[in-house]
């Protein structure tokens, strides 16, 4: 059975790994066994300014004077996702619980995110994680056997019960159906826990890290972990030098902050598991289901992925909209209050559509080529990017101007036109270049002239330029 520990950081061009294929992780890999345990509990080999659950620098040595909190995040059905808070963790172990489904126990110790959640109930193994890390257990409830045993821990006074301690440290959010709805705010656990006299620094012995790969390893773009109901798709960044997780195809973010779920690290242990027959939980179809007892004071092999920073190779996008040469950095005006344009990725077989309308962000759809349904939406604001199946698109904001002019039909076209050509002529040679769309239309009223300029880094005297030209336009066209 699979046990999923992955590693979190925080953290229009296009660029891509170079392709391999994608390791697929479904059933017991062969090899001598690894003895996880051993490993991690190496001595330390981080220097003092290090985390020593990730082996990043800390900014503030300070949030290593209070306990780890250990926090039972939902991951099912798929309508808790995104979850609140998860891109923030230090670890986050991912475990099967009941049905083929998964639950996160996620260790917070050098972040504090506004809240925590969809919180749910503890597992046998959070008596075991909640210890190795000497943690706040942070989580809604339990069966009743479970919750004699975490009474009968040494880690009792520091477990707080969402159901019973409540306010402030927990709150349910109206917007969600219940039991889903249920958050937890880590200031205010850390702040109980110091009134109670339990957020003392736990003697806790770092993690070892290095740069160096091991030998004997394999290139490994993508991993996938298939739980059962849920496929789980590890996608590596070679930009950022992260992996970045999907789930059933679809991005997994965090729900306060937008951000990718992403691990430098991606550990998967074959651990055993056993039902505990003195734990029942429910019946299914008549057969009595039990708590699972996952081992991990045993041994068993691991697969280990990690990655590296490197160079991306970038990849060209092809403009449906306005049919321009392909190229991997692609300007797309949006000259509309509300506006529609798409592009194309060929090497990455998907199509993207942007939807502009006013007041709102860009809304991103993303297909794959032989499909009408969009496998990912997301919206972009600002300068943002956004990751798709191992590619990172760069989007940036640039501004243009608009200009309109209705003439009369008897000023004559061709004057007009030579004006136009004469000044562009003139500032080609006098001022830096700018990028302009000129359109001529007939309508009722006349002939109507839309021109809109790419703001290409203004310099002194442009605003100037541009208002001089809407006046001229204006009195050519007897104030139209």
Not at 2 to 28: G, I, K, M, Q, Y
Request: a negative charge; charged letters at 15%.
């Amino acid at each position: 059975m699979l046990l999923v520990l992955s590693a979190l950081l925080l953290l229009l061009t296009a660029c891509l790994a170079n392709e391999r294929p994608v390791r697929v992780v479904t059933a017991t890999p062969g090899g001598a066994p690894t003895r996880v345990a051993a490993a991690l509990a190496a001595p330390a080999a981080s220097a003092p300014a290090l985390n020593p659950l990730t082996g990043l620098l800390l900014p503030d040595l300070a949030v290593l004077d209070r306990r780890p909190l250990a926090v039972k995040i939902s991951n099912a059905p798929d309508t808790v996702r995104p979850q609140a808070g998860l891109a923030l963790a230090d670890l986050v172990f991912e475990h099967y619980v009941e049905g083929g489904l998964t639950r996160f126990t996620a260790i917070y110790w050098t972040h504090t995110p506004s809240r925590l959640g969809s919180i749910r109930s503890a597992r046998l193994i959070d008596l075991e994680l909640t210890a190795m890390y000497g943690a706040i257990l942070v989580y809604s409830g339990a069966n009743e056997p479970i919750r004699q045993r975490i009474a009968a821990s040494t880690f009792a006074a520091r477990a707080y019960e969402g159901v019973t301690v409540g306010a402030p440290l927990y709150f349910r959010d109206p917007a969600i159906e219940a039991p889903h709805n249920l958050f937890a705010v880590p200031a205010q656990v850390w702040a109980r826990a110091a009134a109670d006299g339990v957020n003392d620094a736990p003697n806790l012995r770092a993690l070892s890290f290095s740069t160096a790969f091991p030998s004997g390893g394999e290139p490994a773009p993508a991993v996938t972990v298939n739980y059962g109901p849920d496929e789980v798709r590890w996608v590596y960044d070679p930009i950022g030098g992260l992996y970045t997780r999907y789930v059933d195809g679809r991005l997994h973010t965090d729900a306060d902050t937008g951000t990718p779920i992403t691990a430098a690290n991606v550990v998967v242990l074959y651990v055993p598991h056993r039902d505990d027959e003195s734990i029942p939980v429910g019946e299914w179809n008549g057969v009595t289901i039990y708590s699972t007892e996952i081992q991990l004071w045993e041994s068993g092999p691991a697969l280990i992925v990690r990655g590296h920073k490197a160079d991306g190779q970038p990849l060209t996008l092809q403009s449906i909209t306005t049919g321009k040469p392909a190229t991997h950095t692609l300007a797309l005006a949006f000259d509309q209050p509300y506006a529609e344009r798409t592009f194309a990725v060929p090497a990455q077989r998907v199509a993207f559509r942007l939807l502009a309308s006013p007041d709102n962000p860009l809304q991103v759809e993303v297909y794959h080529s032989d499909s009408d349904t969009p496998f990912l939406r997301t919206t972009v604001t600002g300068t943002s990017t956004i990751e798709v199946e191992g590619a990172r698109y760069d989007f940036t904001p640039a501004r243009y101007l608009l200009l309109t002019a209705v003439h009369e039909p008897v000023l004559p076209l061709a004057t007009l036109g030579g004006i136009l050509l004469l000044a562009g002529i003139l500032a080609g040679f006098l001022f830096p270049a700018r990028v302009a769309w000129v359109r001529l239309w007939p309508d009722a009223l006349g002939t109507g002239l839309e021109v809109a300029v790419e703001h290409l880094g203004w310099i002194a005297g442009d605003e100037h330029e541009v208002r001089q030209l809407a006046r001229t336009l204006a009195d050519h066209t007897d104030g139209g």
